[in-house]
């Protein structure tokens, strides 16, 4: 059945909330990601896959703590064109930074590249997941919204409902088309457009959430047929671009790195 999804807050609520995306949406990222890198590259990955975490046959995932999400709206407003691209500049403008999401990802990103120059295959392994999981979770509306959890417009739960819910409904019909790895000539600058590009979907999402919500007095079968038929485009889109950095980000580190011959 689509869903024996039946939504149990209680359980959810137990559990740690970073406003990124579930496992069933990493997992779907990441096997895209391989799929847009060029030549070389991809056969790498594709050879190395199961040594990622969170593509291996009995994927893991690490904690994901609430530094790992970045609710912009609380101190810019869009299109956040006077954002910093540096944590160290941010907050000496500032003063503390509403998450780290982004910060995350720059340092990521750097861990990557030096494990490339050092052709250290598991770093570069691990490294790569490490910054997939933040990409990902980076392309989340929920992630970069002080409203993650619909709380401000009473739709608490919103969340898990379409970060972890929603991917698992749409499991068989979860089919990505990235666009394939380009070279990042700012790959600082890159989560500013990431950024923008993430937070458009905010209001489409919950938008979404109450048509598909209209009409259904509670979180059943019904609910995510209609949350599909609203969101699940927005989770295809999401997640396709999520892919596409990704394998951008790792294409870019490889060639920062003098593009090392990898075995």
């Not at 933040?134 to 959890?149: C, E, H, I």
């Not at 608490?156 to 990235?178: C, D, N, T, V, Y």
């Not at 700012?186 to 923008?196: E, G, Y």
């Not at 019904?222 to 294409?251: C, M, N």
Request: charged content about 25%.
């Amino acid at each position: 059945m689509l869903l024996r999804i039946a939504f149990g807050l209680s359980l959810l609520g137990a559990a740690p909330v970073a406003f990124g995306f579930g496992p069933t949406a990493h997992q779907a990222v990441g096997a895209e990601a391989i799929e847009a890198l060029p030549g070389g590259l991809k056969s790498f990955y594709k050879a190395n896959r199961l040594e990622m975490g969170s593509l291996a046959l009995e994927p893991s995932f690490p904690d994901e703590g609430s530094e790992r999400r970045f609710p912009i709206d609380r101190v810019l407003a869009f299109p956040f064109l006077d954002l910093e691209t540096s944590e160290k500049e941010y907050v000496a403008h500032r003063g503390a930074s509403p998450g780290r999401l982004p910060w995350l990802i720059q340092e990521s990103y750097g861990r990557l590249v030096e494990a490339f120059k050092a052709r250290d295959k598991a770093k570069v392994l691990s490294e790569s997941d490490m910054l997939l999981g933040l990409v990902t979770d980076f392309s989340n509306p929920l992630a970069v919204t002080d409203n993650a959890d619909g709380q401000k417009t009473e739709m608490h739960g919103l969340w898990a409902r379409f970060s972890i819910k929603l991917p698992e409904a749409m499991q068989r019909r979860l089919k990505l088309e990235a666009e394939a790895a380009r070279f990042l000539d700012a790959p600082d600058r890159q989560l500013l457009w990431m950024l923008v590009g993430t937070y458009v979907w905010v209001d489409n999402l919950l938008y979404a959430e109450a048509l598909a919500k209209r009409g259904q007095t509670g979180y059943g079968e019904r609910y995510f047929e209609a949350l599909e038929v609203r969101a699940g485009p927005i989770l295809r889109d999401r997640l396709a671009q999520a892919a596409t950095d990704a394998a951008s980000y790792w294409y870019t580190a490889w060639t920062n790195a003098g593009r090392p011959d990898l075995k």
